[in-house]
Structures are given as structure tokens and as C-alpha cells.
Antibody, heavy 121, light 107 residues
Framework: EVQLVESGGGLVQPGRSLRLSCAASGFTFDDYAMHWVRQAPGKGLECVSGISLNGGTTAYADSVKGRFTISRDNAKNSLYLQMNSLREEDTALYYCVKGNDISIWSVFDYWGQGALVTVSS | DRVLTQSPATLSVSPGERVTLSCRAS??????LAWYQQKPGQSPRLLIY???TRATGIPTRFSGGGSGTEFTLTVTSLQSEDLALYYCQQYDHWPLTFGGGTKVEIK
């Protein structure tokens, strides 16, 4: 059974940093691209970032480019999102999502339960 | 960016009815379109990819169609458990984008 478990969310002040982690199990982690998708309270879905199976290709939404960094450790079956210079508009539930392909242009076939990030003073 | 526009925003239907949701892309995305279902308090679930291929375990009452810029998701004989938000998503071009969603309510 595929499992994606996020951690690292919480309340943080504007301008500060936070690092999300995602522990993956139930599939061969280094065979697939991975993504972070967020959902602001009561709002729709936004693809924040994606990373290819070996980490060689990464991509970001314009709203987070230059502030967020996605990475993965295939030896630990883990995905990360380093979030710097956080803004109130980054407040959202952040989902760790498995792609169904090796590239970042993939469908999201499994989702975690999400980690809530609240940016507020 | 490839902008996806979903319509209608809300749909009220009776159980057993046939429902069709629409998703329009601002530029051609071939058949690189997926549909997701999000029930209240839950994570989204993949329903359809490649515009018309059902994901694993998805009931046959869900079907997708279209290509280029016009896509549809059809639910034949809507069940009460189908109450949810439905999102389309394109994976043809980064940034990968979602439509604004269609809320399906049960009358």
C-alpha cells in the first residue's frame, strides 16, 4: 500500500523558514517523480513544485520561485520542501504527491494527508 | 501558463442522474488532462488521466472525454457518495495547473 506521510508543518512568522518532509513507502520511490501541491483554506489546488526521479529536474510555481527548494533523498525514501521568506499567502495545507511517471510532467496518483503551514505574526 | 476553466462552478443533482462537468484549456494540451475528486475533509483522488483512462479502482460510472482544449467528465447514475469537488489538471506544460473546481451537490 502506498503511503505518504508529511511532517514539519506549523505556525511560523512572516519572513521565517520551515522545512517539510514526506516519508514514502509502499512503492519504489526512486522510480517516480514527486511533487508538492498546496491548498489554501477553502481554496483550490496549486502545484508548488516537482522533482524528477533522480532529482535532476526540478520546477516551481512562479509564486514560490526563488523562495522554496524541493529535494529528495532516494536512500531514505524521502521528499523535502525547504520554504524560506514565508508570506501570509503561503498559508495552506501542503500535500506530498506521487507522480505516475519519471518526469515532472506527470499525473498525481497518490496523495498524502497534508501538512498545515500557517504563516502569521 | 495553461489556464483551465471549469464549468459550472456548482451543480445540484438528484441521485441516479447523469452529470457532465466541463474543463476548457486556454491552449491545446493534447490529451494531457486528469480529473480528481476531493470529498470534504479528504485528500484529492485521481479519477481519470490521459483525458479518458480511468485510474485504478475507479467505478465505470466515471468517464472522461475530449482533447485539445475541451474536456468533459461524465458521471452516469450519480451516487450519494459522489458528493464532492471535482478538479481538472493539465500536465502538458509546467507549471502544472488545476481548474477552479466544480462542486457537485446532491439535491
Amino acid at each position: 500500500e502506498v503511503q505518504l506521510v508529511e511532517s514539519g508543518g506549523g505556525l511560523v512568522q512572516p519572513g521565517r523558514s520551515l522545512r517539510l518532509s514526506c516519508a514514502a513507502s509502499g512503492f519504489t520511490f526512486d522510480d517516480y517523480a514527486m511533487h508538492w501541491v498546496r491548498q489554501a483554506p477553502g481554496k483550490g489546488l496549486e502545484c508548488v513544485s516537482g522533482i524528477s526521479l533522480n532529482g535532476g529536474t526540478t520546477a516551481y510555481a512562479d509564486s514560490v520561485k526563488g523562495r522554496f527548494t524541493i529535494s529528495r533523498d532516494n536512500a531514505k525514501n524521502s521528499l523535502y520542501l525547504q520554504m524560506n521568506s514565508l508570506r501570509e499567502e503561503d498559508t495552506a495545507l501542503y500535500y506530498c504527491v506521487k507522480g505516475n511517471d519519471i518526469s515532472i510532467w506527470s499525473v498525481f496518483d497518490y496523495w498524502g494527508q497534508g501538512a498545515l503551514v500557517t504563516v502569521s505574526s | 501558463d495553461r489556464v483551465l476553466t471549469q464549468s459550472p462552478a456548482t451543480l445540484s443533482v438528484s441521485p441516479g442522474e447523469r452529470v457532465t462537468l466541463s474543463c476548457r484549456a486556454s491552449q491545446s494540451i493534447g490529451r494531457h488532462l486528469a480529473w480528481y475528486q476531493q470529498k470534504p475533509g479528504q485528500s484529492p483522488r485521481l479519477l481519470i488521466y490521459g483525458a479518458s483512462t480511468r485510474a485504478t479502482g475507479i467505478p465505470t460510472r466515471f468517464s472522461g472525454g475530449g482533447s485539445g482544449t475541451e474536456f468533459t467528465l461524465t458521471v452516469t447514475s450519480l451516487q450519494s457518495e459522489d458528493l464532492a469537488l471535482y478538479y481538472c489538471q493539465q500536465y502538458d506544460h509546467w507549471p502544472l495547473t488545476f481548474g477552479g473546481g466544480t462542486k457537485v451537490e446532491i439535491k
